[in-house]
């Protein structure tokens, strides 16, 4: 659980670094186009540090516990080919506003945890405070 935080605050800082020299996640190309994350950068920059930081935040990767594995809060099954580099946008799945989703990861013990629209803003703003 330690590494996990360890990563997980390594990749948090690299994504708040990121946005604040106000580049786009490559991520963002599977929901915006190029020409639209350019005027993003200029006219809002503040919405573009927001979904890069939801490119890479608005999702966990954690150990599948026993007693989550057949709990009916398990949305279904979803197979990602590479766990470090998954793109939220391709997988098609939407943060709802209150709750966490949970999601197996085929062939393996892990669950995909898309986080509440509410837990990720909360975090994108104590991040870029």
């Not at 989550?68 to 990602?80: D, F």
Request: net charge positive; hydrophobic share 40%; glycine share 4%.
């Amino acid at each position: 659980m330690r590494k996990l935080f360890c990563i997980f605050t390594f990749v948090l800082a690299s994504y708040v670094a990121t946005a604040q020299t106000n580049k786009f996640d490559q991520r963002l190309l599977s929901k915006f186009t190029e020409t639209e994350l350019q005027e993003m950068q200029t006219k809002n920059p503040d919405a573009l540090a927001y979904w890069n930081y939801y490119a890479g935040n608005a999702f966990q990767i954690m150990d599948l516990p026993a007693e989550k594995a057949v709990a009916h809060e398990i949305k279904g099954t979803i197979k990602i080919a590479n766990q470090n580099s998954i793109n939220i946008f391709e997988l098609q799945l939407a943060p709802l506003l209150k709750d966490y989703q949970y999601y197996k990861i085929e062939g393996t013990g892990k669950l995909l945890v898309i986080l509440s629209e509410e837990q990720i803003k909360a975090r994108f703003t104590k991040t870029s405070k």
